[in-house]
């Protein structure tokens, strides 16, 4: 070992060559070091892929297509009218008219689809959507149309196909485009532009026609409230109207995945600190064996800061190769992925945007192993160098927890003993473990619950997965069925609004528990608490000016008026947010005959398909709610497969921490496990010492993460995802004792694998120190 | 209302910038508004987003369509000319506010900005007595709705004294309360911008200094007529002092036979008021709202000219109306007269209406003026929106002195040159207060070396203490139905301009 | 009746350029009672001579008896037990266990599984022999050298064994606490103790002195007493 002070290239070389040398004397270390540093890169670099990829897509996407601040539908009506009173509104930059038509009947190849929706252009290059692939609509009649990238990837159009289009014949795709006011198909309905001057040059329909659709760019979009009001007092005359911001598109588009975005960067967090702490008690350990050979050379002159650099440097060896494919393989496991939810909703892979973040992500994986090991090195050698030679670290109190006087505990209880006389380390540790092990739990609660869990678009909000045609007093008997948490009667009806705006308003009311049984996002405002008091959808809101605290006078089939007050605005999907939810008492005071069913909520872990057969055998035949799953289900996919390739590294991840908790554990007993084996001790109690330490730290951290994840972590993520859909955390017993099998196991391992080393080491070795 | 999620990327860049406007704002200096509303030191602006900022002043540019440019020598006159204050009482049961959704040329029926009108007419006064002209001339709409109430608060304001703008038991209860379920009204306290307790502040007492100065009224349309267009009926007169307001559009509301929505029409309504009493009807038949009875409220019909008279006039002076018209003489100092004709029509309809016997009375008028430089002004812009205007027009064509014709009623600021073989005068409007771009004019008649003269004038933006009136410019600008897209603040040329006139010949 | 029985024992140390041969065929028998002390330059290999018959490191050649066990050969598990049951070791450095206090540090031996039994009666027994009753309770750091080293020699007697190894005991002590437990160390009944040291006056106690030079033991006088 030199200790040659100064600098200069040869002294450079020289420490170079003492830090592979140091390295190549305990290789298993230095792997064990390398695992860390790739799990921690490859968990923070998924985190930016996903945080970065899929929290930016929107803003990407949308700006990319120049989407407008406000879009507006409308029943047909007269291009020059409707620009009339565009024109007449403040802070509009610009806007562009189209007819949207819809239940366009599509063919190509095999594929069929009725469902299909025309956007028929009108002029002006500002349209709202961008154009990915091919080129532009041409300005003349030809018959070119652009497909939606995400549907054209689902049936394998490709540019210069034709595709078959009921009404117009074949048409030529000229190119793909991405319009992040709605989703890509198979989640949203496939999309295809076209222009009215091919129309008017093949038809010879006049020039400027019918429009239903409005897309509004402000000079200043912050005073969208402010244009959004005088664009409702202005379109009397106007019906079927409704308003969608940019930001309340935003919202719609973004939920589901905006609730994976958010869990995984929680959980990617939670790993990555993990990850952070279990590498620095790694180096601090590291460094406490070194005290005595950093002190020699501490006495020989070296300084603090080469020794400290060395140390830095020792790590850096392992750490850069490491971090480099660890940040590869987190990128590979979730770009793909997460490069296809991103195409479902109609947004662009951020591409070479992710280089810089990532590059942060991979100099981070480097720097937090580095200055974990340089930071204790230098403080260490902050005392008297005597200190360091003498390699004292004792806890200098009184023993603790005094070794019982007869039998009881015997080596076990030694093991015990010796991890428990240090309570600093010791608590550090088993936070760490519990923090780990809380983790792992939720990401299995989280696995079980997402994959059962609807998430159709439409469907996001309902939490009763059974509804049933029966009257209300029925739910009395069904909610004693077996698996059913609760049963309640149900009314819905359409209304109208009383101020000829055509606006159908979707009427949903339950006797009590509303937000059990169905709770879309709060926007704003409250739930309702009071009588007469309603919430709205944000698309009604819009539509009617409505925010809390508004009157909202709606007309019901029977003729009557309902007269409410509006307490909150909700994030609804359903009925494109046209929707009141409000008490019964309130529906059926002004209507007695409101058609009513029972909405049942099923236990958790309940089984839908035995519920329905009991409910078959009381008389009332349920029907599933979310019934369009197969719109959900590739989102759903995507989201799980995320999830999943998170989990594993996750998992990885405390699999280290532990295994390393242990082997520091071990690491520091050598000289008495040494002192034992030179009194007698068999492999067997040296591994029943063994035990007894990673028992310690086990079992207070098995139980601690248990409770940290039903009281802490799963709350706090079933709050998070509160507004998207019932979340249920709480972990089961299955699930507790499967991941307390676990953790003995890997225990188990740990004792097993330390120990053979422990027991390979000369005894001679570990007296020597 | 739309909920907006910050994911941590926006917040950054929020942060981010937000920090960098604050060292933005710090550099460069925050421009203020002219303290006296002088729009020769500061303007209103919109940068094309709807919100009003303060903008550089605007020079006085010259116009020598009717003579060329010379030296300016003295002052012979300085006028401030208020125009179509529309004081309104927002709460009153005889107005049909759901006609506003129609769109033009209904839209008057309702603004956002309704109840501020004593606010903003107390800030023009503030103006006007910054400016001290020698006279102000109240151009005519003074109030709104014929209604005894609103004529008082008005006077008030312009008398100097405490104004109570409310009326009824609660001071304000009309369809822009935040229980009003209509979407299509702007009601402050859930409608962006959102100002609440808005129409509480807007019935609270204000006490106004008054203009302490001379001052001349025209008649206007809604001055006498109700709602600009009818001569108050015993149906109308019950509505306004009664308990039945007309809130809510009646059901299937439609348009009455051979009535066109025009897209142009005047802000003050369609010209035959046949129409306006056919809604009226409709809305009758309609569901009503109850509120509280006021007596105040009552309908004046043309003695509202007596009253006008009477307060312009002062205390103990008799009120020289003659047949209860405002036709009328009024010198400035010794070298210029003020012709005041009165063309409000007195069977009903919003336009002007020349009665037999004006142009020969206005013709006798402007020869007994002799050397006096003659402005003649009327409520409704002669050429257009009256009927006979023409023949008057051809009149002042006649007498070498006449310089300039101003009118309201518009509510645009319109500036046009008419030559004439005598010389030519300029035809001037002036926009309103209660639209925007809510301003008064300031004139100021000098003469000119060569024996001409020219009519220096500029606007003036009502200034205020408190906020309300910026709120109502504010509101008033963002209104789609209002003045901002139908350009009622005109060019620059028809703002602040030195118009020159040769000498005679 | 040789409790410590070695024969034809070779051991070479190092690696690569660094190996030498410090023990090139040692024989040495040891009785019961008998006190046998071993010296040597440092390096010679007294250490790692101590160490083979202890089963800490096996020899290259040779084979060694302890109680009549054979120690060389037996399998990992056999040699713990031998050690266990039939061996003392006391360092120069002590090793004690820091966590522990001297009471529980004495104890140690007697919790490893095949222990005989007795064993918290026979340690109370040796605490108060050695007179360490008063610091029992402490921890190593609070003792005293003489104190940590005299805990040692507790903790090898603990389980009552035949044979008694000790690696430069008085190495960390001053004169008077190592006149202490060289005493001690002379005065052991019935074992047969392995003293290896490099001090002349350690070697005073020892019933036989022998040295080891060049990888052999070479056999002297004897000792000053005999017992």
Not at chain 1, 269 to 282: D, E, N, Q, S
Not at chain 1, 652 to 660: G, M, S
Request: glycine share 12%; net charge neutral; charged share 20%.
């Amino acid at each position: 070992m030199s200790a040659t002070p100064g600098g200069g290239s040869r002294g450079r070389r020289r420490r170079f060559g003492d830090a592979l040398r140091m390295l190549a004397r305990s290789p298993r270390r230095a792997l064990f070091t390398a695992a860390g540093v790739l799990l921690a890169a490859a968990m923070l670099s998924a985190a930016v892929v996903i945080t970065d990829g899929l929290g930016g897509g929107f803003a990407r996407a949308s700006a990319r297509a120049d989407l407008g601040d406000l879009i507006i539908r409308f029943d047909p009506e007269s291009a020059r009218t409707v620009a009339a009173k565009l024109a007449a509104l403040p802070d509009v930059s610009g806007f562009a008219l189209r007819s949207e038509i819809t239940s366009v009947g599509v063919r190509f190849g095999a594929h069929r689809s009725g469902t299909a929706v025309a956007e028929v252009l009108g002029p002006g290059r500002r349209q709202g959507f961008a154009v990915v692939a091919g080129h532009r609509l041409p300005a003349g009649g030809a018959p070119d149309v652009l497909v939606e990238t995400a549907w054209a990837q689902a049936w394998g159009i490709a540019i210069g196909d034709e595709l078959d289009v009921r009404g117009l014949g074949p048409e030529r795709v000229v190119g793909y485009a991405e319009g992040p006011d709605d989703v890509g198909y198979p989640l949203g309905a496939p999309r295809f532009y076209l222009t009215r001057a091919q129309l008017v040059a093949r038809f010879g329909i006049p020039t400027v026609g019918p429009v239903n659709f409005a897309e509004v760019w402000l000079r200043d979009p912050r005073l969208v409230d402010e244009v959004l009001v005088q664009a409702r007092d202005e379109s009397y005359g106007l019906r079927g109207l409704k308003f969608s911001t940019r930001a309340g598109v935003q919202v719609l588009i973004s939920q589901a995945a905006g609730l994976v975005i958010d869990l995984l960067v929680a959980l990617s967090v939670i790993a990555l600190v993990t990850a952070a702490v279990m590498l620095g008690a790694a180096a601090r350990a590291e460094v406490q064996r070194r005290l005595r050979s950093i002190g020699i050379r501490r006495a020989l002159g070296a300084g603090r800061w080469a020794l400290a650099a060395g140390q830095g440097l020792e790590v850096a060896l392992v750490a850069v190769p490491a971090a480099t494919v660890g940040t590869l393989a987190g990128f590979l496991a979730t770009h793909g992925a997460s490069g296809r939810l991103l195409s479902l909703l109609n947004e662009p892979a951020p591409g070479a945007g992710l280089i810089l973040p990532l590059l942060g992500s991979w100099a981070l994986s480097v720097a937090v192993p580095v200055l974990g090991a340089a930071w204790p090195a230098w403080r260490v050698t902050r005392g008297p160098v005597i200190g360091l030679l003498r390699g004292t670290d004792v806890a200098t109190s009184r023993p603790r927890f005094p070794w019982p006087a007869r039998g009881g505990g015997g080596l076990t209880g030694l093991g015990v003993r010796l991890v428990a006389a240090r309570p600093a380390r010791l608590v550090a540790t088993v936070a760490m473990l519990a923090s780990s092990t809380a983790f792992i739990l939720l990401m299995i609660a989280l696995a079980g619950t997402l994959s059962s869990l609807e998430t159709d678009p439409q469907e996001l909000g309902k939490r009763y997965e059974l509804t049933a045609a029966a009257p209300a007093a029925a739910a009395a008997r069904i909610a004693r069925l077996p698996g059913v948490a609760a049963a309640e009667p149900r009314y819905e009806l359409t209304a109208v609004d009383a101020y000829e705006l055509g606006e159908l308003v979707d009427v949903v009311a339950y006797p009590r528990q509303l937000s059990r049984f169905e709770a879309p996002p709060l926007a704003a405002g409250r739930r309702p608490h009071g009588a007469d008091q309603a919430e709205v959808g944000v698309g009604l809101a819009d539509a009617l000016g409505l925010a809390p605290g508004s009157a909202l006078l709606l007309e019901l089939p029977s003729g009557r008026q309902l007269d409410l007050r509006v307490s909150g605005t909700v994030n609804s999907l359903a009925y494109e947010g046209l929707v009141a939810y409000l008490p019964a008492a309130v529906l059926l005071r002004a209507d007695p005959a409101a058609p009513e069913q029972i909405a049942v909520l099923l236990a958790p872990r309940a089984s839908t398909a035995t519920v329905s057969a009991e409910m078959r055998r009381i008389g009332f035949p349920p029907t599933l709610t979310a019934g369009a799953v197969a719109r959900g289900a590739p989102l759903v996919a995507v989201l799980t497969t995320i999830l999943r390739a998170v989990a594993v590294l996750d998992g990885l991840v405390c699999l280290y921490a532990l295994l390393q908790a242990c082997a520091l554990t071990v690491q520091e007993r050598r000289s008495t496990v040494a002192v034992l084996r030179a009194c007698g001790a068999s492999p067997g109690a040296i591994a029943r010492l063994l035990s007894g330490a990673v028992v310690t730290l086990i079992a207070p951290a098995a139980a601690l993460g248990v409770l940290a994840e039903a009281w802490l972590l799963g709350p706090a993520l079933a709050r998070l995802a509160a507004g998207y859909a019932s979340l249920d955390l709480a972990p089961t017993r299955v699930d507790v004792l499967a991941v307390l099998a676990g953790l003995a196991l890997a225990g188990a391992i740990a004792v097993w694998a330390v120990t053979r080393r422990a027991l390979a080491e000369p005894v001679l070795a570990g007296l020597a120190r | 209302m739309t909920a907006r999620r910050l994911n941590r990327r926006e917040a950054l860049l929020a942060a981010a910038g937000g920090a960098g406007a604050l060292l933005l704002t710090g550099c460069g200096s925050p421009r203020r508004p002219a303290a006296d509303g002088s729009t020769l030191a500061s303007t209103w602006v919109d940068p094309g987003t709807g919100q009003l900022q303060v903008g550089p002043g605007e020079p006085l540019r010259a116009r020598v369509e009717l003579g060329p440019a010379r030296p300016v020598g003295a002052a012979l006159a300085r006028i401030a000319h208020l125009t179509d204050a529309h004081v309104l009482d927002a709460s009153s049961p005889a107005r049909v506010p759901f006609l506003a959704r129609f769109g033009p040329p209904l839209q008057s029926t309702f603004r956002p900005q309704e109840t501020l009108t004593v606010q903003v007419l107390a800030g023009a006064v503030h103006a006007i007595r910054a400016f001290a002209p020698e006279l102000v001339i109240e151009g005519g709409d003074l109030v709104d709705n014929n209604q005894a109430n609103e004529l008082a608060h008005a006077l008030t304001v312009l008398a100097g004294g405490t104004v109570h703008p409310g009326s009824g038991p609660d001071g304000y209860d009309g369809v822009q309360l935040s229980s009003d379920p209509d979407p299509f009204y702007y009601r402050p306290d859930i409608d962006a911008p959102r100002h609440p307790g808005l129409l509480r502040a807007a019935v609270a007492p204000l006490s106004v200094p008054g203009l302490d100065r001379p001052w001349v009224p025209v008649l206007g349309d809604h001055d006498a007529l109700v709602a600009g267009e009818l001569v108050p009926t015993p149906v109308t007169r019950a509505l306004a002092v009664g308990d039945r307001a007309l809130w809510q559009p009646p059901p299937h509301l439609h348009l009455p036979a051979g009535f066109r929505l025009n897209p142009s029409g005047s802000p003050d309504g369609p010209p035959d008021p046949r129409f306006v009493a056919a809604f009226l009807a409709q809305a009758l038949a309609g569901p009503t709202v109850t509120v509280g009875a006021d007596p105040t409220r009552a309908e004046l019909a043309f003695t509202v000219a007596d009253r006008l008279t009477a307060a312009a006039a002062g205390p103990g002076r008799p009120s020289p109306t003659v047949g209860g018209r405002l036709d009328g003489v009024r010198d400035i100092g010794a070298a210029v007269r003020l012709v005041v004709l009165d063309v409000t029509r007195r069977d009903g309809g919003s336009g002007g209406l020349v009665v037999p016997g004006q142009p020969a009375w206005l013709a006798e008028q402007l020869a007994a003026a002799g050397d006096r430089w003659v402005i003649v002004v009327t409520h409704q812009p002669l050429a257009g929106s009256t009927e006979g205007g023409e023949r008057l027009l051809e009149v002042m064509d006649r007498f070498p002195r006449v310089v300039a014709c101003l009118a309201g009623h518009t509510h645009r600021n319109r500036i046009a040159a008419r030559p004439s073989p005598a010389g030519g005068y300029w035809m001037i409007t002036t926009s309103s207060l209660i639209d925007f771009p809510q301003q008064s004019r300031a004139l100021v008649l000098s003469e000119t070396s060569g024996g001409g003269v020219v009519l220096d004038t500029w606007m003036l933006d009502h200034v205020d203490d408190g906020a309300l009136g910026s709120v109502s410019r504010q509101l008033a600008n963002l209104d789609a139905q209002g003045g901002r897209p139908f350009r009622f603040a005109g060019t620059p040329r028809d703002r602040n301009v030195r118009l020159f006139r040769r000498a005679v010949a | 009746m040789a409790v410590i029985e070695a024969r034809g024992l070779v051991k070479a140390v190092g690696t690569g350029r660094a190996a030498r041969r410090v023990l090139s065929g040692v024989n040495l028998s040891v009785d019961a009672g008998e006190v046998v002390a071993v010296l040597g330059r440092s390096g010679s290999g007294k250490s790692t001579l101590l160490h083979l018959l202890g089963g800490l490191d096996p020899p290259d050649e040779g084979e060694i008896t302890i109680a009549g066990e054979r120690l060389t050969g037996a399998r990992a598990r056999a040699q713990d037990r031998i050690r266990l049951g039939h061996i003392g070791f006391v360092f120069q450095q002590f090793q004690l266990i820091d966590e522990l206090s001297g009471r529980e540090n004495v104890l140690v031996p007697t919790r490893l599984p095949g222990a005989p039994a007795g064993g918290v009666r026979r340690a109370e027994a040796l605490i108060d022999e050695l007179g360490l009753r008063a610091v029992a309770a402490h921890r190593p750091h609070e003792l005293s050298g003489g104190e940590q080293q005299r805990f040692a020699i507790a903790r090898a007697l603990v389980n009552d064994p035949e044979v008694i190894l000790a690696d430069e005991p008085t190495g960390s002590l001053d004169a008077a606490n190592g006149a202490t437990v060289l005493e001690l160390l002379a005065h052991m009944t019935g074992r047969a103790v392995l003293l290896v040291t490099h001090e002349p006056e350690a070697a005073a106690i020892a019933d036989r002195v022998l040295t080891l030079e060049d990888g052999e033991l070479v056999g002297a006088g004897a000792g000053a007493q005999r017992r």
